[in-house]
């Protein structure tokens, strides 16, 4: 294929084949109306290979992975292996750098919790000197946000500061939803330990300028965090590129099972870091009056792991590398610009986050004027478009934009140009049922 | 669809007995965690307990128009009456948003609530419904009046459920 082809949004017959694949986006909803999905940023639909790969684990592999001398649970580790091995590839890691978690929340947190539990006596007995003062946190230290976050790159950080006496701080954001890059240089200081922050926003669409928060960072020292639970699913992502130190995405986001996330880490920090759950599976050796632990990635998948999660979460990067992910941002660029100018040409509609395309992925909240999210919502439901309301679960995003709530689209590979048709009719009976003139 | 009844964005658009008065004996704030939609409610008793009679119930409500709509009618159905007969209203109004539309609901006990039986059919939006009327037997428990003896039990107020992602 030319270059040009690689980099172009699916075709008709194409999409036609993709969205064969989700059996779900055929069903109908609310009496009988063909069900119009632009919720993919909360949750995305999963292909028939992704469920085939679950339930053929099951059907034909299922054992408990790395316990067991028998056949089927040589089988089952290996699948599971395998798995990472996939993972791994498709954002550019190294296989061992790649640890399974429930999701991106318990990656997030997984990080989080290896500073405090780094204070714990004999925590980081072993570990080179220098590396060990990279998880030393307390009074003092800083620990730098951005006010974009979604929760998850949050409230374990709040938390974090809060065990350990270190202050919180974050970076602003512009009306329009980018990061203030002024901010960048006096919030993020010598001081500063620890930087996490969105790849893409959950809300607002915005996708931050990486090589100049990485850049700051490193320069000070702080260790980097990345939420890529919204740019994974939507855009090639190599961890090598990015140049942060941490990553997180969940596989639910990227057509991939439910219960399943990644938290992938240089390997030289991640062998530095103190467990976060333990129990089962992530020791070396184990006595009665204490235990040593097995190397990362296991050390960080206590118990039983999720193998046919695994499995799924592989064959959905095995569906996406298959689509193209360059193809898969274009496709999903070209409906954020027709939705964007869709929007546009209704003024009783304000898009919150960025108006253009330029650096902005495929979230697009908006508010109605004088018309509730809730209400939006039900609407647009009515007509058989499901869309997310509320906010997000970035309340002080919203608080910042001087909202309680928006109403989001979001897209995946399979939308179409005919969905966000369909969204923008539905969402003109919106000013009519409530009375709004326009 | 049925949800959104004349009678509802009505309410909606010009609420009743809007706005925090005094006097007030008690004053509690409740929020819908998933939207983040908020009201701030007082209560004003006169008498004791059950026979009370409410002489004022005053709010400052941010939300979607079910929200402000069945706080609205919370108002109309017990300002002026007594705590029992308003605590008769609460679970009436509960039984029948909760019934997935099985429960018609009786005017005489809920007045304008009967607009919201289309609201039993989303099991989303019933919170939004109730998240007044929650406030509402909050506010009563933190004036004094002992809730539990009129079977209001407390799993419909929102103000403790956790966050929803």
Known sequence: MPDAALSRAFTAAESAAIRGDFAILSRTVRGGKPLVYLDSGATSHKPRQVLDAERAFYEQHNSAVHRGAHQLAEEATDAYESARATVARFIGAQTEEVVFTKNATEGLNLVAYAFSNAAAAGAMDGVDARVAARFALGVGDEIVITEMEHHANLVPWQELARRTGATLRWIGITDDGRLELDDLDTVITDRTKIVAFTHVSNVLGTINPVAAIVDRARAVGALTVMDACQSVPHLAVDVVDLGVDFLAFSGHKMFGPMGIGVLWGRYELLKAMPPFLTGGSMIEVVHMEGSTYAAPPQRFEAGVPMAAQAVGLAAACDYLSALGMPRVTAHEHALTEALLAGLAQRPWVRVIGPADGKDRGGAVAFAVDGVHPHDVGQILDDSGVAVRTGHHCAWPLHRRMNLTATTRASFAAYNTVAEVDALLMALDRVPAVFGVAV | ?165
Not at chain 2, 128 to 136: K, N, Q, R, T
Request: charged content about 20%.
């Open chain 2, 1 to 165: 669809m049925n949800l959104y009844q004349e009678i509802i964005l009505e309410h909606a658009k010009r609420p009743h007995h809007a706005g925090l008065r005094d006097p007030f004996d008690a004053q509690v704030h409740h929020i819908n965690p998933t939207c983040g939609d908020e009201v701030t409610l007082r209560v004003h008793l006169v008498g004791e307990d059950g026979s009370a009679m409410i002489t004022d119930l005053s709010y400052d409500a941010v939300g979607c128009s079910i929200s402000i709509a069945s706080t609205s009618v919370l108002a109309d159905e017990v300002i002026g009456h007594s705590v029992e007969d308003a605590l008769t209203s609460f679970s009436a109004m509960r039984r029948m948003l909760t019934s997935k539309g099985l429960d018609p609901g009786d005017e005489d006990e809920i007045g304008d609530g009967v607009a919201f039986v289309g609201v039993s059919k989303y099991p989303a939006r019933i919170k939004c419904a109730l998240l007044g009327w929650s406030a509402f037997t909050d506010a009563l428990a933190q004036a004094g009046v002992d809730i539990t003896r009129y079977a209001v039990r407390s799993n419909t107020v929102t103000r403790n459920t956790p966050e929803i992602t």
